[in-house]
């Protein structure tokens, strides 16, 4: 059941693998040459002829739920198709107004988002016309408690105030970014979770500085980048406030549940790119007079790699299922094992297809350096494993005590 396509998304899958096929694995070295050559924080020319014909095909903005304003696919449905995505992680996703930050905040726009915000800022990212930054993380505190962000959201008459330092501010540096969303505490003296606030901040308002771009693991990941920013008596008017004040969390939440499994199918594909380029070398590669792919440990490797990305995918679409089915807060369990799943499969992967490559593996000639660096990252990103563990303790613990 949880492999079965509908005719439409099927239909969907197998124009989005023949793009792949012609398009986007072609494009890969186009688009680093363009990016390398020209401005590295704003588009290469290919990107764009890449998403005008994504557009052309019908495959714009899959990603939103059974929403008329995407594909109008079921989690479940997208599942496949941004595992598919997930394969050229890099170019893939964008090109189909399909990639992080975009997506969340997308949907955040979506659920929560008034009219006005709507027209001014929804309609040209659904339109692959503007890009937007999400800032949530801070220095100066541990962020995987999000209750600790001090970053201030303070009312003055018609506009709202903000002071604070932000980093890890995914898109921050885009030269397409025209709207950044942060959260901040509004109200220190209220119940714990309804202290904050995420409010719409226009990059060009006067009081922001950008400071530095941060490279993750070597790459800086140009043009979205992350970014450490500050705000200085940063105003906004009073209409930029997201669904009103102290529903800071609530938003997070309903933006990070599909954000967190989005990463996870394009985990999937990511390690299924990085299994087809083990077994490719080994089968390119003698030592010792045996073919590598013949030595029974790389046949082991191969085995056990198959087996870990199945399981993270069948676990995915399990997920996925549960979302469509029960909604998004009866899935939280099942949202948390995939989000410390998947990218830990991803990593032992890549590590394996990087150890095959030999000396190449370590190289920017392959994609496995960066496949790994995400693996990695996205131990961090929406939450580390330990609070998702933590919280999948909490609820199997209340099953039977």
Known sequence: MLRDLTPRAQELKDNLLDFMD???????????????????????????????????????????????????????????????LGRSPHLAPESCNCSAPDTGNMEVFTRYGTEAQKEKWLKPLLAGEIRSAFCMTEPDVASSDAT??????????DEYVVNGRKWWASGAGDKRTKIWIVMGKSDPEAPRYNQQSQILVEPNTPGITIHRFLPVMGFDDAPEGHWEVTFDDVRVPASNMLLGEGRGFEIAQGRLGPGRIHHCMRMIGMAERALELMIRRAADRTTFGTRVIDQGLIRDWIAESRIDIDQSRLLTLNAAHMMDTVGNKAARLEI??????????????????????????LTEDTILPKLWSVGRILRFADGPDEVHKAQIARMEIGKHL
């Open 22 to 84: 012609r398009r986007i694995y072609p494009s890969e070295a186009v688009y680093e040459e363009q990016h390398n050559e020209g401005d590295r924080w704003d588009a290469p020319p290919v990107l764009n002829e890449l998403k005008a014909e994504a557009k052309k095909r019908g495959l714009w903005n899959l990603f939103l739920p059974e929403s008329e304003l995407g594909a109008g696919l079921t989690n479940l449905e997208y599942a496949h198709l941004c595992e598919v």
């Open 148 to 157: 600790n962000i001090q970053t201030e959201i303070r009312r003055d008459g």
């Open 336 to 361: 948390a094992a995939i989000k410390v799943a998947a990218p830990n499969m991803l990593l032992r992967v890549a590590d394996r297809a990087m150890q095959v490559h030999g000396a190449c593996g």
